[in-house]
């Protein structure tokens, strides 16, 4: 959580803001700017990744189907190189890459993890309004009243394959729920819960030592609020849920509502995981 009026880092978080970009121009002549990017070209499809719209394979998508415009003309070429200074346009706006952010929050009951809500609710973006300039986006979803672990950023490489199932994902709950399971219903949850849109396991089941109305489950699924479906297909209710890990990210120095940055080896932990280049390879890809 950052201070809206102020430049320094909020002395209970340490986070501090991001300037955003005043919007100048660079001096010179259109010539001379292109001139300084001959050797900087970069390839069209990473180039509109960059500016946090879509992944990679989506701008593919976008190019194929004649979305895409390059100082004013259509291409339908993929692979094809542009330099940083040239006009790019998709579905006919403007776009720019944007240097990538990635957040950690430990996401408050009551809030969505939408970008926006149209019932006035309180979502995920409302905690970091104008904490970085930058258009992020929650990797996957964490239902209203579920508290934890939520990463947000502009990355969409990474959050595409986060959030796909072949590459599974650790995510791990801690469940507090109104009776104790017994160890038959342990086994149940290792082995696989019947649900209406195929069966759900945990790879990973414990019951905690001192409260044992609280389970631990460690998951790879990514449905729809499956944990709680679970319970619910055990007979018992869920009183509380909350996701204290995701992937090698872990909850701990993160207070409720409250978030930071990811550190670079923490990033390139989640690239390595998902098979993608580490940051030092980013703009040389």
């Known amino acids: 959580m950052t201070d809206r009026k102020s430049n320094k880092p909020d002395r209970r978080t340490g986070n501090r803001p991001y300037k955003k970009s005043s919007g100048n121009k660079p001096k010179g002549s259109e010539q001379e700017r292109a001139a300084s990017t001959t050797s900087e070209t970069i390839r069209l499809n990473k180039y509109i990744a960059h500016a946090g719209i879509c992944s990679r394979r989506d701008a593919d998508t976008f190019i194929s189907e004649g979305k895409v415009r390059v100082n004013g003309k259509v291409v339908t070429e993929l692979g094809l190189q542009v330099n940083p200074g040239d006009r790019i346009t998709v579905s006919g706006q403007k776009i720019e890459p944007e240097p990538f952010v990635y957040i950690l929050m430990n996401k408050p009951r ?16 409302d905690l970091i309004e104008n904490a970085t300039g930058q258009r992020l986006y929650p990797v996957g979803r964490l239902d209203r009243n579920t508290t934890g672990l939520i990463l947000l950023t502009n990355d969409g490489d990474l959050a595409n394959r986060l959030m796909h199932p072949s590459y599974k994902v650790r995510k791990v709950y801690d469940v507090e729920i109104s009776r104790m399971l017994t160890d038959e219903e342990l086994t149940q949850l290792r082995t696989g819960i019947p649900l209406e849109d195929g069966p759900a396991k945990a ?6 030592t001192v409260y044992l109305n609280v389970v631990t489950l460690s ?10 479906r679970m319970m ?8 509380s849920l909350d996701r204290v890990a995701y992937g090698p990210l872990q909850k701990k120095g993160i207070r409720v509502g409250r978030w930071r940055n990811l550190r670079k080896n923490e ?5 390595k995981m998902v098979r993608l280049l580490p940051m030092d390879h980013l703009d040389r890809s």
């Open 232 to 239: 619910e297909a055990l007979g018992v209710e869920v009183l």
């Open 219 to 228: 998951m790879h699924e990514g449905r729809n609020r499956v944990v709680r």
């Open 110 to 125: 009551d809030t969505i993890t939408t970008t926006s809500d149209e019932k006035g609710r309180r979502t995920v973006m």
């Open 203 to 208: 790879y990973r089941v414990s019951r905690h």
């Open 267 to 271: 990033i390139n932990e989640l690239r």
